[in-house]
């Protein structure tokens, strides 16, 4: 399996732009998670979906932030407007359910920069 | 809420030395506890795992030992080598769906 992908590895934008993260997570994966991971607060759950379904999105940092996951096979993470505090690295992460949920699968991450 | 401690780093060694990370844990119930490694520019891969008291993980030389008594899960390995340079996380999930993790410990392994 190629595990997960994400995509772009890397972004740089300008304050006030939208910024969209994707992720494609491992076939057969029902249980989504976004991460962001900062040296400041180290990482953070955003949101996870199951089923293509959020469950807890609590983590969001606020309502500049949003994720969807429209098919069991892609997800986004969407910023707008952008800021320079949420530069970060974005990771999405699956598993299958029923497995240990510790067990998750990481991507490479996204690194954002806000300038 | 439950939460996970671990030591600051970075921890420098020299080849072949001795290593433990410290990991420490509050939960209710009876998490499974997890340890996760990041390469840089890497995302996080699992490198260990234990789900009930005194287990015993282990992984490419690297163990960790579930204490219920004193709610630790401390990493250790007995020779590290440079390719073990990483930042290391203590996790645990109390039965849920998420994980909770350490902020991470910076291993730096010098030839």
């Known amino acids: 399996d190629a595990g997960v992908i994400q995509s772009p590895r890397h972004e740089v934008t300008e304050m006030g732009q939208e910024v969209t993260l994707r992720c494609k997570p491992i076939?057969?994966?029902?249980?989504l998670f976004w991460y962001r991971q900062t040296m400041m607060r180290g990482l953070e759950l955003l949101i996870y979906f199951n089923n293509n379904v959020p469950i807890d999105d609590s983590g969001m940092p606020e309502d500049r932030f949003s994720a969807k996951m429209p098919n069991a096979s892609f997800s986004t993470l969407k910023i707008q407007p952008s800021e320079p505090r949420d530069s970060a690295v974005y990771f999405c992460a699956s598993i299958r359910g029923g497995s240990l949920f510790g067990e998750q699968f990481f991507g490479p991450g996204t690194r954002l920069t806000v300038l | 809420g439950d939460s996970v401690t671990q030591m600051e780093g970075p921890v420098t060694l020299s080849e072949e030395a001795f290593l433990t990370i410290n990991c420490t844990y509050t939960?209710?119930?009876?998490?499974?506890l997890f340890w996760y490694v990041q390469y840089p520019g890497e995302g996080l891969q699992l490198l260990l795992k234990?789900?009930?008291?005194?287990d015993k993980g282990s992984n490419k030389g690297f163990e960790a030992t579930y204490r219920k008594e004193t709610t630790s899960f401390h990493l250790e390995k007995g020779s590290v080598q440079v390719s073990d340079s990483a930042v290391y996380f203590c996790?645990?999930?109390?039965?849920?769906?998420?994980?909770?993790f350490g902020k991470g410990t910076m291993l730096l392994v010098s030839p």
């Open positions: 234990a789900t009930k008291a005194d």
């Open positions: 076939s057969g994966h029902d249980y």
């Open positions: 939960a209710t119930g009876y998490p499974s």
């Open positions: 996790a645990l999930s109390g039965g849920y769906s998420t994980l909770t």
